[in-house]
């Protein structure tokens, strides 16, 4: 009944010459009010307050009658219920997907589809032009703009151009700065109303287009597109320059779906930390079968320069046979599934067939399968789009993964260009690892071999990755997708002291802060990035980390103040971990264990801040202790600190 009346009130707008509807989500919390004329104007409200108000959307697309000039054709309420497993979960391994939906179609080949969820809404342009059989049609634009409400606070990844790598730090603005500033940002992006309320933007299902991007117009915040490449030139051996544009900035399918735009609008930070919106929108898994798809820790070596000393490394420690055969072990006792051989594994960058001598890759391999220790494999983007037979190759080798790393380009060619490695890979069974990358849009679910992409300020930036930065990122960049942060630093220092350098890199930040991203941050593959000698010297810490799943069964947010601090609880199987950081403000709080089994006793081993953590950043302190539901414990943090644990049934 309530579609019947919302399709008549659609109608009777439309006889008094407009054209308006409202869509709202299960619960009612949600809603979307969408006015066509000269163009699609969207607004979305949660709990009655305006989040975005009358945004607007042309889409225009060369030969094809304007998106301004809309009359509506038909319009179609319907409603999804479903419930399905990502191949790789990264927050719950059984997902409900439950929206409303509203199909707007116009009299000019174009369709609009809103959804409305009880987390936000989303919605994607439509193209069904009459054409020839694969006839392609220009993009010219995505005239588009988040017309927001009110003054609000932006939290954005700025971008002097469109060959962002993603990794600078996040800028906080007011909308109003924003606008004047001229300024590129990389999505996604968190918009503090300063009501009670923030929304996250980004989107999703991202094929044969090219990436969205914010930029401040002085009136506005509007949508811009890298323009199709004609021609580019190639720049050292790994970068290629787009020296020439196209005006338009897709040459598409005329009959097709393009990009979902997601809004997820929370109420509290801990729905931020719990949503999975994105994985909801993107599309199905188009492999088969999916088994052979095995997320775990790697070993690296490049962070730590390939660099074990000690009284058990007799060897000449560096790119070496003899040193991966350590990393090998080291793994192997630690039940780590992979180790990555990071550049300088090949005699040349430009040839991936070619094994350095110093390295002999088949005994590696050999001997790494009498371990139990897989090899994945670093390569630069321009070497696998020139020998994309190589994966054919690296599987006759037995060759689990690779490590894609500097694409650094953001246009449609270059998101191409990621699915079709995807596909060729899958094809042979070999995992990917994107670096250099924008961060995830969707490829990660219609091709689940791909498990992670860097595209975040990580700790490969060393002192330049601080917590006051990495703690939005599990409110942001985190929650489009897997995250190649690559933790896991051994020493451990406050800012203003910091000296790291590899081969003795260091993190800024404690040794429990390092313990607490295993659990908090996600990535199919998950990297421990130190020294195998720490380590071993620190074998307690590297025992929490090891048993650290990558994939979780359920996400509990605990704590969340995006930009403070972030704690969750992860369960996999019967067993929860909690992971917790602050940003450079020491915090105190309680804990509550109301997520554990009422009718269970738990043991919680735990690694918290030492007394002397706000100096001294690798104190910490282990403890063991008895809890239950009931249970309420006492968390001190340190600045740039941390707390991680893992909790058991008691026997």
Known sequence: MRNFLLFLFFVALGNLGLHAAELTSPDGS????????????????????????????RFEVEGK??????????????????TFNPVVP??????????????????NGYSIEFRAYNEGAAYRIVTHFKSRKNEKVKVVNEAANLNLADNYLLHVQPAKDFTSNYETNYIHLDTQKWRASNQLATLPALIDTKKGYKVLFGETDVRDYPCLFLKGNGSEVNFSFS??????????????????????????????????????????????????????????????????????????????AASPYGEDVNFVSGYNLETYKYYIDFASKNAIPYIIMDEGWAESVHDPYTPNKKVDLPELIRYGKEKKVDIILWLTWLTVEQNMDLFKRFSEWGIKGVKIDFMDRNDQWMVNYYERVAREAAKYQILVDFHGSFSPKGLEQKYPNVISYEGVRGMEQMEGCVPDNSIYLPFMRNVAGPMDFTPGAMINMQ??????????????????YQLALFVLFESGVQMLCDN???????????????????????????????????????????????GGITNS???????????????????????????????????YRKSKLKVNSNSTIPIKLSRNGGFAAVIEVSN
């Open 65 to 82: 009658l304007s998106a301004r000039q809309m009359k509506i054709s038909s319009s179609k309420i319907s409603q999804l219920s479903r």
């Open 30 to 57: 949600v809603k979307v009010s969408v006015t066509v004329s000269d163009r699609i104007y969207y607004s979305i409200y949660r709990d009655n307050v305006p989040m975005i108000e009358k945004a607007s959307l």
């Open 585 to 619: 403000q020491s915090r105190s709080f309680n804990l509550d264990m109301d997520f554990l089994l009422k009718d269970k006793s738990y043991e919680m081993t735990s690694f918290a801040d030492g007394i002397n953590a706000n100096r001294q950043g690798m104190d």
């Open 90 to 107: 990264m927050k719950f391994s059984t997902i409900k997907d439950q929206c409303n939906m509203l199909l707007i179609q116009l009299d």
């Open 532 to 578: 195998p000698t720490l380590y071993y010297k620190n074998q307690e810490c590297t025992d929490f980390i090891t048993q650290v799943p990558v994939t979780w069964d359920e996400t509990k947010a605990l704590i969340a103040v995006a930009g403070e601090v972030a704690v969750v609880a992860k369960r996999k199987g019967n067993k929860w971990f909690i």
């Open 227 to 304: 323009k199709v490449a004609l021609e580019d030139k190639q720049e050292g051996d790994r970068f290629m320059r787009i020296t020439k544009e196209a005006d338009y900035i897709a040459l598409t399918d005329a009959k097709r779906t393009y990009p979902w735009r997601y809004f997820i609008v929370s109420k509290d930070d801990k729905e931020l930390l719990e949503s999975t919106l994105p994985i909801k929108l993107a599309p199905a898994s188009e492999i088969k079968n999916t088994g052979w798809i095995k997320p775990g820790k790697v070993s690296w070596e490049w962070w730590n």
């Open 495 to 512: 800012p203003e002291v910091f000296g790291g350098k590899r081969p003795n890199a260091a993190s800024v930040g404690t040794r429990a």
